[in-house]
Each structure stands twice: as C-alpha cells, then as structure tokens.
C-alpha cells in the first residue's frame, strides 16, 4: 500500500511529509490522507505539527491531470475539491501551532497550505537562477481564487500587495517572499525541517494554555476565511467547466506532458 503521508516524530512533535511522487500533486486521495493524519496527530495528542514535501517541492498544488479526468461528471469534481477543501480548513483549526516546512516549490494549493500554517520556513535554493517560488497562480491557469482564499494572502502579505500578486496570478520568488512577509524564513534545504522543529520547540516552551488561547484568538480570521459563504465551491466548479477556463487546464496539462511533470511552479 502506498503512504501518501509520510509520518516522523521528533518528541512531542509529529511530522507530516507529504509523499506522492514526483510533485506532491494534491489528488482526492491525498488530500483525505492528510486530513486523517492531521486528525490522528490531534488524537495522539501530539503538541505541534511540521508539514512537508520532497526536495525541490513542496506541492505543485492540485492534481490538474486528475481533475480533468473526471470529465463533465461535476459531482466528482465537486468531491475532489471538497477534499482540497476539507484538507485546508483542518490544516486551519488544528488546535496545535503548525509550521510549514517548504522545502522547495509552492504554487497554488501548496500556497494555501502554507498559508493555513502558523509560520513558513522556505528552502533557499542551490542555484541561484532557479530560485524557489510560492505564491497564488489561479488566474495563470484561466482560474479564480474563491474570496476566501485571497483573504488568506491578505492577512500574511496586505491588502494591496496581495492584491497585486493575486490579479497577475504572481509566483513569488523566495528571497522577495521573506521580504514581503509570504515566508518567515529562508534556510538551505537541509536546514527546512530542524528549523522547523526547532520554532515549535520554543514556542511549546511557553505556558501552554495562554499560547494556545492567544493563538486562537490570533487566528480567528483565519477561519472565518474559509467560511463556506467565502468559498462558494459551486459557483467555482461552475466556473471550471468556463471554454476560457477550459483552454488554460488544457495547455497546463499539455505543458507538464512535454515536461515530464517535473517540479514545476504551475500548477493549479
């Protein structure tokens, strides 16, 4: 049986490495695995969370290939973005501090992830010309991110900046990202993780009642954002199946084809 989420423990803190080669791809599958294992780690009363990806990747955000196959049967479609959905909000009221390890490319859903998280540790990348990116892409691929979803870069980045970097669907390179607030820190891609581990060591160092209370309260935005009224799943399955749209996934699909799915900051 594949694992799809890999599962690490560093004392009181769980790991959760997402583990679907080659990209992270976030599928129907994959994303109710993490729910799973976000929830089991809430059972096993685990303190904190890091959630991670492979070298060079963290996501390539949703699974696009896979959503077109579902063709015009918009119940599974619906389903495969309810998950997407339901991944994000539990990510978002996990009641433990989360941090996201991103350990190279963030596009998309691997943005709203990361966005989701307590704190953002990006990996600087080994060559310089290629740096990593994160950042909201939607409009790229013919796509519009939900309300909601752009209030979550409005609450890390600004009202204006997000604005900026949402209408030109903008991947943001990760030495301007710490600049601008996306990510909180850059390390080399071998340091993602400890660091990681070690800010939640610190922050599980202080009363634990009055942390968790303070960062609930600091957080309340947060999950009023993806409050279904801001999501309006239906009307963006609607507007999935939109020619212009339609047009945009198709090249997308075309483009990661001729690529070999390499890890790539262009997904959905």
Not at 91 to 97: F, K, M, N, Q, V
Not at 245 to 268: C, I, K, Y
Request: charged share 20%; net charge negative.
């Amino acid at each position: 049986m594949t694992t799809l989420i890999e599962v690490i423990n560093h004392g009181p803190i769980r790991e959760l490495r997402l583990a679907r080669p080659p990209v992270n791809a976030l599928d129907t599958e994959l994303c109710r695995h993490l729910i799973h294992a976000i929830n089991q780690a809430m059972a096993d009363d685990v303190h904190g969370l890091v959630l991670s990806g492979s070298e060079r990747i963290f996501s390539a955000g949703m699974d696009v290939p896979h959503l077109l196959s579902h063709g015009e049967d918009r119940h599974k479609l619906l389903d495969s973005w309810q998950a997407f959905f339901g991944a994000v909000r539990t990510l978002a009221e996990s009641r433990i501090p989360v941090v996201a390890a991103l350990t190279g490319h963030a596009p998309a859903g691997g943005c709203v992830l990361a966005l989701c998280c307590d704190y953002r540790i990006m990996a600087r990348s080994t060559d310089p010309a290629q740096p990593n990116v994160i950042g909201l892409n939607e409009v790229q691929v013919g796509l519009v991110a939900p309300e909601g979803i752009q209030r979550l870069m409005r609450r890390v980045v600004g009202h204006h900046r997000a604005s900026q970097l949402l209408i030109g669907g903008e991947m943001v390179p990760a030495e301007r990202a710490l600049e601008i607030g996306l990510v909180d820190e850059l390390v080399a891609p071998a340091d993602v993780v400890p660091r990681a581990v070690a800010w939640l060591g610190r922050l599980l160092k202080l009363p634990r009642q009055p942390m968790l209370h303070t960062r609930s309260v600091a957080r309340a935005d947060l999950h009023e954002a993806l409050h279904a009224d801001l999501i309006q799943l239906d009307r963006f399955v609607e507007a999935w199946y939109a020619p212009d749209a339609q047009q945009a996934l198709q090249t997308l699909v075309e483009r990661l084809g001729s690529a070999g799915r390499r890890p790539a900051p262009d997904a959905a």
